[in-house]
């Protein structure tokens, strides 16, 4: 090694510390919501619907989460505020008992509208990003476009897993409950995740399912800061795999006894709104 790669060794890995220019998502507001969702329509294709109508009782085995839908709105004459209106749409399990002790489980969508008032405040200039897969001088004319429009900030939700409340059997000539689409409106990308075909004008009875639901949304910009960086990451564990892979014993053998599976940490109760922690019963900690 020279003289030269001597001192820029030295002016890289000598100091304990160095200022690092980064770019990361700078959280400009957030919120944390605990909605309980009433009487919600569920939309069924035409073969759930025939099982539903069919159906002596109707029970709702899950809920998940499907897709959503954000879009954002300046709020006027309160600049930096966008109103974030987030539509959620919900896979409905439900298990409906037959005649003669049978039950069939079919899958039904609804949807939800949540609205929320963030501060994202403003960035009026338009931000450009190299393309590797399209990197040249003369490049495609439909790959050329212009942004003239100031940037939004970005919307991130987090959402656990949503609680079956309730479910109710309606006629469906009866008014009740809510819904905020139909049939027609429902996207392609989420009619995808059923079989079969959406119809509001077929069947005898209607469910309506009430689902809790616990989000964080947040709202985010781009912006670079200056940190102090101690020095670059490299991992400490190698890929290297078992040496003998032959015996699946021996690579048991190596695995630590799952203790807290067993008793599970006491101190987590304090967390979940009791008035105060309580101790944990023992060190809870795999041991060999």
């Known amino acids: 090694m020279n003289s ?3 001192n820029l060794s030295s002016g890289l890995c000598g100091r304990s510390d160095q200022l690092c220019c980064v770019t990361v998502n700078k959280i400009f507001d957030s919120a944390k919501d605990k909605d309980c969702l009433e009487d919600l329509r569920v939309h069924l294709c035409d073969h759930a619907q025939e099982v539903v109508d069919h159906a002596t009782a109707v029970r709702c085995t899950d809920v998940t989460i499907l897709q959503t839908n954000i879009t954002l709105d300046t709020v006027p004459f309160n600049r930096g505020f966008y109103q974030v209106t987030i539509r959620f749409f919900f896979c409905v399990a439900l298990e409906c008992c037959m005649c003669g002790g049978r ?3 079919v ?4 949807a939800f509208d949540k ?30 476009h212009c942004n003239r429009d100031p940037i939004l900030p970005t919307v ?3 959402a656990a897993t949503p609680i079956c409340l309730d479910v109710k059997v309606w006629d469906r000539t009866r008014p009740f409950g809510h819904s905020c689409m139909n049939a027609d409106t429902i996207p392609e990308r989420v009619r995808g995740y059923f079989d079969g075909e959406f119809n509001d004008g077929i069947g005898v009875n209607n469910i309506y399912v009430s689902v809790g639901l616990f989000t964080v949304t947040r709202m985010e910009r ?5 940190i ?3 020095a670059f990451y490299l991992p400490d564990k190698d890929s290297t795999p078992a040496s003998d892979s032959s015996d699946p014993c021996s690579v048991f053998g190596k695995l630590n006894f ?13 967390v979940c709104g009791n008035s105060g922690p309580v101790q944990p019963i023992g060190n809870c900690k795999n041991t060999e």
Do not use: W
């Open 4 to 6: 030269t790669q001597n």
């Open 103 to 105: 039950s069939q489980c």
């Open 107 to 110: 899958k039904g969508l609804c």
């Open 115 to 144: 609205k929320v008032i963030l501060y994202g405040s403003e960035k009026n200039v338009s931000i450009f990003h190299s393309d590797p897969e399209n990197d040249g001088f003369c490049l495609d004319p439909d790959t050329i």
């Open 156 to 158: 991130t939700i987090e």
């Open 222 to 226: 781009p912006v670079q800061l200056v």
């Open 228 to 230: 102090p960086a101690k």
């Open 258 to 270: 799952p203790l807290c599976e067993f008793y599970p940490y006491a101190d987590d109760r304090g």
